[in-house]
């Protein structure tokens, strides 16, 4: 879900994409509020009994991205990468869905992307596996440039995807030369 509906009257907007199902989609645009979308998803019936599958909504997709098909923007896209032990061939295939999915709107809307590696937006914040989780310090380092934005659900469960949308979108708005400045 979204935490704020604008469509912005400045005319340039950076997005940053967190892929997979637990990801999320942020847009900013500098002066202006934040869209904090969590990744659309559909559950459809397995195809055993009482079994359910997520799958991703590119129609809420579409609806969420097409408002910026006539403006100035630029999409920063996380690049799915082989995830380590403990993760399945099926994630990791679903990481790649996602990635292909973005960048088949993204290419019929017209919008300009670029892909970023995780290591080269984390490098960016510090954020190092070597200093501890990568996702406790994304939320940490999230909440401190947007204390604004919910980064845990009401049961406590940290939305991580939030925190990394949020980094992607900042580390690419540091990242265009027309701007110099954060987020929030």
Same mark, same amino acid.
């Given at each position: 879900?979204?935490? =704020?509906?604008?469509? *912005?009257?400045?005319?340039?907007?950076?997005?940053?994409?967190?892929?997979?199902?637990?990801?999320?989609?942020?847009?900013?645009?500098?002066?202006?509020?934040?869209?904090?979308?969590?990744?659309? +998803?559909?559950? +459809?019936?397995?195809? #055993?009994?009482?079994?359910?599958?997520? +799958?991703?909504?590119?129609?809420?997709?579409?609806?969420?991205?097409?408002? &910026?098909?006539?403006?100035?923007?630029?999409?920063?896209?996380?690049?799915?990468? /082989?995830?380590?032990?403990?993760?399945? /061939? #099926?994630?990791?295939?679903?990481?790649?869905?996602?990635?292909?999915?973005?960048? =088949?709107?993204?290419?019929?809307?017209?919008?300009? *992307?670029?892909? +970023?590696?995780?290591?080269?937006?984390?490098?960016? *914040?510090?954020?190092?596996?070597?200093?501890?989780? &990568?996702?406790?310090?994304?939320?940490?380092?999230?909440?401190?440039?947007?204390?604004?934005?919910?980064?845990?659900? #009401?049961?406590?469960? !940290?939305?991580?995807?939030?925190?990394?949308? !949020?980094?992607?979108?900042?580390?690419?708005?540091?990242?265009?030369?027309? *701007?110099? =400045?954060?987020?929030?």
């Amino acid at each position: 879900m979204c935490d =704020t509906i604008e469509y *912005y009257k400045d005319e340039k907007i950076v997005i940053g994409v967190d892929p997979g199902l637990k990801g999320a989609i942020v847009m900013i645009s500098p002066g202006e509020a934040m869209s904090v979308f969590d990744m659309p +998803v559909l559950t +459809v019936k397995g195809k #055993k009994k009482k079994s359910k599958k997520h +799958v991703y909504d590119i129609d809420e997709i579409i609806r969420i991205l097409k408002p &910026t098909k006539n403006k100035n923007v630029m999409v920063f896209l996380e690049k799915a990468q /082989i995830l380590p032990k403990g993760f399945t /061939i #099926k994630s990791n295939l679903g990481l790649a869905r996602c990635e292909a999915i973005f960048e =088949t709107v993204l290419h019929f809307l017209g919008v300009e *992307y670029q892909f +970023v590696n995780p290591r080269v937006w984390q490098h960016f *914040y510090d954020i190092s596996g070597k200093k501890g989780n &990568t996702k406790e310090q994304s939320v940490k380092k999230a909440k401190e440039l947007c204390p604004q934005i919910l980064l845990e659900t #009401k049961r406590g469960r !940290v939305l991580d995807g939030r925190a990394d949308a !949020v980094l992607v979108a900042n580390y690419g708005l540091n990242k265009l030369s027309a *701007y110099n =400045t954060s987020l929030c």
